[in-house]
């Protein structure tokens, strides 16, 4: 015979003239109706999706479909039904920061931590797993740099030299296994370290000096050099000795008056 099928607890019967005799329940769910197929064999009742699912908020529904018959006293049969919802990848892996700012001193050493990356992604299996990789990046920043695909953490791999880079800008992708990926930056700073002796070159020497020389003479032109920044860079000069010479600091060469 014919049926009718209603959702939420009996909306929906509609003018069947055979209502009573069987209809179908479902209820607590407006993502599924029912509806009454006709088939040669008879109407059966199918479940139809409503809208749009997300595994992300709801993963499984639980059904439970009842049949009523039409006699007196009415008698009804049910069953419980469960739809599982499978994952489509529409997540994208999300860093857990836009830009990530980390300072190293120029003597790390190699294999020193640099920093731990960390994405997440809100799909489930293979959709959610994240491996982690380099973007574009300078041939010096890979080189001086590692990331661990699986961990997500950065290593040191070169010795740094703040005299040669005082920064990298290390480009990062986290990719999920169904191939989405998020990008993100590490600015690493590179700290100085007095790493650098003075450097003095003689530009001039005027010896053996004449006995008449007149005081203020000139005997040497130097120049002094720190290749280190700030204090570290910075140079007073001494002269130890007998002779009756002093230094007088003409900006970058020394000179030396008797
Ligand atoms: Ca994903
Ligand atoms: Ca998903
Ligand atoms: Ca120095
Ligand atoms: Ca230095």
Do not use: W
């Amino acid at each position: 015979g014919r049926a009718a099928g209603s959702v939420g607890g009996g909306v929906g019967a509609g003018n069947d003239p055979d209502f009573g005799r069987n209809s179908l329940q479902s209820y607590d769910n407006p993502t599924f109706s029912l509806a009454m197929k006709e088939t040669p064999d008879g109407s059966k009742p199918e479940i139809i999706l409503e809208r749009s699912l997300d595994r992300e908020k709801q993963s499984s529904f639980d059904l439970l479909l009842t049949a009523i018959d039409g006699g007196d006293p009415v008698r009804s049969g049910s069953v419980k039904i469960r739809v599982n919802v499978t994952d489509a990848n529409d997540n994208r892996p999300i860093f857990e920061q836009d830009r990530y700012r980390v300072t190293l001193r120029e003597d790390a050493p190699p294999g020193s931590a640099v920093l731990n990356l960390s994405a997440s992604d809100a799909d489930a299996g293979t959709n959610a797993r994240i491996t982690y990789g380099f973007g574009e990046m300078t041939i010096k920043a890979l080189q001086k740099f590692v990331l661990n695909a699986e961990s997500g953490s950065i290593t040191l791999q070169e010795a740094l030299d703040f005299e040669e880079t005082c920064a990298y800008s290390l480009a990062v992708e986290a990719k999920d296994g169904g191939g989405l990926v998020a990008h993100s930056k590490v600015e690493v700073e590179v700290l100085d370290v007095n790493d650098n002796p003075p450097e003095i070159t003689v530009l001039s020497l005027s010896s053996p000096v004449p006995e008449d020389a007149l005081v203020g003479t000139v005997v040497a032109v130097l120049k002094v050099r720190d290749r280190d920044s700030g204090d570290n860079g910075q140079v007073s000069c001494e002269l130890s000795g007998e002779a009756p010479l002093s230094i007088a600091d003409s900006f970058s060469p020394l000179i030396f008056f008797v």
